[in-house]
């Protein structure tokens, strides 16, 4: 959850942006409302809190996650088709029940337009298995015949610019961003990519061999079902992880990436990006996309692409060949036959993730409409799912959590008044975006039908590109989603210095305008706070109020900033995921710097809340204390269990701690949990003395 820093999250591009539809094409372009409706009797139950769930029999202030949902584990194991389970995940669940249920009134829609259309195409050609399995491998032919006839490396470099031109493009993420200087703009960033494999340490690590071994095997049988004989299918896979392995020496790992957002900025004219690359000159690849060559971008990560442009020119032809060949076939996988699905299954969700099944050919459909066409299909969703009334209610919270934050970050002792005004400039200057876009996107241009999954699927990588990279060179929309209200998640952007909470996030366990204030403080508060943190954890706080890259800091403040959140960093790195396997305290600092802050800034507004209506927190409910029932909820929302083989991902890579350490990391450092448990010195759960983090 909660992204962070993701600065180029979905480059994509191309041409010129869509033509404004006219009046007509606008109307078209809406959903007929009064086609849709939902059968609540069959979507999942929402995962509540309830105290039946508590485990009597745990010491809350030794065990408090045990203590929350140690009971509901038991109870309700990982399904087969997943590797996690928690309530994101139940509510992810919930929130593709009703996907499905509008999925298969728009494929039925007789005569449907705009997106009703484009949900329909995706949905029907998606689920007839059996033209998805007689076609077999035939719609990927073109792209692996233009593979084929590759002969050197100014062949390799034309298809790199021709396939990206279609949205296509392996090596490297490219698309618009806000330029760091200038948060008003957009410019176009190039970073790095090209892995088969989640990071680089895994082409390095000893710990890591086994995964690297039957990420070999895996490439081998992919090429071997793409029609290349098994013994060249061999060899061809030993060239193809020799050739990630020499970008993988390149890359920036995930730690360094995500506690050093400066990486992606590295602005330079696109001549001497030229002289860097020069068997790849971005002069012609800007040309070949469809885009006016700029004066500046930024080439992140150069090393990397300085190594592409070297490869180009030393590596035998057939090596790239293999290479390009294994990617467009595994990335189009899971839109082909049977034999393809099942093979990408096995690798990257079984061998990978440690989940057991298959998911259902309906989960996986919808999955391919919410990355082809998600935010049509989002107009459809919060039709029928979103009640203005949570929309309202959230706006107070998030009214009620930015006047708590400026409370604490003007009391704080360890900040000088200098960079307190800066801090409360921010602040200000801060915006939120709840349930769904007042401005949906324009789908004009996107054509879809009932012929082809895979030709959708291509057909909605190139518009998606062409309309990314339209954005170049154009002032930064600052109404844009960059989340489909379908989705159960939640960001902040540094560069519009604003936090998004999409539609489907605003339910149990996160949110229910029907609960009582500890759960909803407790829950989607923390959340709120959360986010709002991010602007001020370890790389958000080098973002000012305008959203540009900048130092609002003194020296001093800077330090001690420094001084407390490496102390969270040590208190992440004590915690054992699996045997001999420790969170990355530094990997994960900033989400954990945000669940620290968030959860302080929810309990003052809590507080405040109670003191308006006249409570002091001591009510019980359930046999609770209201004080009690917030640290409880947010424990729950925090509900998360995973397959070994998940955790070790999750660790290895992702900027986020596994949520059973995420449940107990922030509260461990309030006295007020502490006070509302009554716990001791030398409990786990009361970090005291030097061991207390406090940050915001």
């Avoid at 009797?41 to 809350?60: C, E, H, T």
């Avoid at 062409?466 to 844009?480: A, C, F, H, Y």
């Amino acid at each position: 959850m909660l992204l962070s820093l993701a600065i180029t999250a979905a480059l994509a591009a191309c041409q010129k942006p869509a033509a404004a539809p006219d009046a007509a094409q606008a109307a078209a372009a809406k959903p007929d409302a009064a086609a849709y409706s939902l059968d609540d009797a069959k979507l999942p139950p929402y995962i509540r809190f309830q105290a039946g769930d508590l485990d009597a029999a745990r010491n809350v202030c030794a065990d408090f996650n045990g203590f929350v949902n140690a009971k509901w584990y038991s109870a309700n194991p990982i399904p087969g088709d997943r590797s996690s389970w928690g309530g994101f995940d139940a509510l992810a669940e919930r929130s593709l029940a009703v996907q499905h249920q509008l999925a298969e009134q728009a494929a039925a829609k007789a005569g449907a337009t705009g997106v009703d259309k484009l949900v329909g195409d995706f949905w029907a050609t998606g689920m007839d298995e059996a033209k998805i399995n007689a076609q077999g491998i035939e719609p990927l032919k073109p792209e692996l015949a233009a593979i084929d006839a590759l002969t050197d490396g100014a062949s390799v470099a034309d298809y790199l610019r021709t396939s990206a031109a279609q949205g296509q493009n392996v090596l490297f993420d490219f698309g618009p961003e806000a330029d760091f200087k200038d948060s008003s703009m957009n410019i176009a960033y190039a970073t790095q990519g090209g892995l088969g494999l989640p990071e680089r340490g895994y082409y390095f690590d000893k710990d890591k061999a086994d995964k690297l071994a039957a990420y070999e095997t895996h490439v081998a049988k992919v090429l071997e079902l793409s029609g290349v004989p098994a013994a060249d299918a061999a060899r061809q896979a030993k060239a193809v992880v020799a050739f990630e392995t020499r970008l993988a020496k390149v890359s920036i790992g995930a730690e360094q990436l995500n506690r050093d957002v400066s990486l992606y900025y590295k602005p330079i004219s696109p001549a001497d990006a030229d002289k860097l690359t020069p068997n790849f000159p971005w002069t012609k690849f800007f040309e070949s996309q469809g885009v006016a060559v700029p004066a500046m971008f930024s080439l992140a990560m150069p090393d990397f692409h300085k190594e592409v442009s070297k490869m180009i020119g030393d590596t035998p032809v057939d090596a790239w060949k293999a290479y390009l060949r294994y990617h467009a076939v595994d990335d189009a996988s899971p839109y082909l036959s049977d034999a393809f699905a099942q093979e990408s299954f096995e690798f990257h969700n079984k061998t990978m993730a440690g989940q057991k099944e298959q998911k259902a050919r309906w989960k996986r459909v919808l999955g391919a409409v919410n990355r082809n066409v998600g935010e049509a299909f989002g107009q459809l969703y919060v039709k029928v799912a979103f009640p203005p009334e949570a929309k309202a209610k959230m706006e107070t919270l998030v009214g009620n959590l930015q006047v708590a934050l400026k409370a604490r970050i003007e009391k704080l002792d360890w900040m000088s008044p200098d960079t307190k005004q800066k801090a409360l400039a921010k602040l200000g200057t801060f915006k939120s975006k709840i349930g769904y876009p007042d401005k949906w996107r324009d789908w004009n241009g996107l054509t879809t039908g009932r012929d082809s999954y895979y030709g959708n699927v291509q057909a909605a990588n190139a518009f998606n590109y062409k309309w990314q990279l339209g954005k170049i060179g154009k002032p930064v929309d600052k109404t844009e989603w960059g989340m489909t209200p379908q989705l159960v998640n939640a960001q902040y952007n540094p560069l519009n210095n604003d936090i998004t909470f999409p539609a489907a996030i605003l339910q149990p366990p996160f949110f229910d305008p029907n609960a009582d204030d500890a759960m909803n403080y407790g829950g989607i508060g923390a959340v709120i706070g959360h986010e709002m943190i991010h602007g001020y954890d370890d790389q958000g706080s080098r973002f000012g109020p305008t959203g540009n890259f900048e130092n609002w800091w003194t020296e001093a403040d800077a330090k001690g900033f420094a001084g407390r959140t490496d102390k969270l960093v040590q208190q992440f790195n004590g915690y054992e995921a699996l045997p001999g396997l420790h969170v990355n305290g530094k990997l994960t600092l900033g989400e954990n710097i945000a669940d620290l802050g968030g959860l302080n800034v929810a309990w003052d507004a809590m507080q405040k809340a109670l003191a308006d209506a006249g409570k002091k927190g001591s009510d019980k409910i359930d046999g609770y204390t209201e004080e009690q029932r917030f640290f409880l909820s947010f424990g729950t929302i925090w509900r998360d269990q995973m397959t070994p083989d998940f955790m070790k991902l999750i660790v290895n890579s992702n900027e986020h701690a596994p949520g059973t350490f995420r449940a107990i990391g922030a509260p461990s450092n309030m006295p007020a949990f502490a006070q509302a448990f009554g716990c001791k010195a030398g409990d786990a759960m009361v970090r005291d003395g030097d061991k207390q983090v406090v940050i915001w």
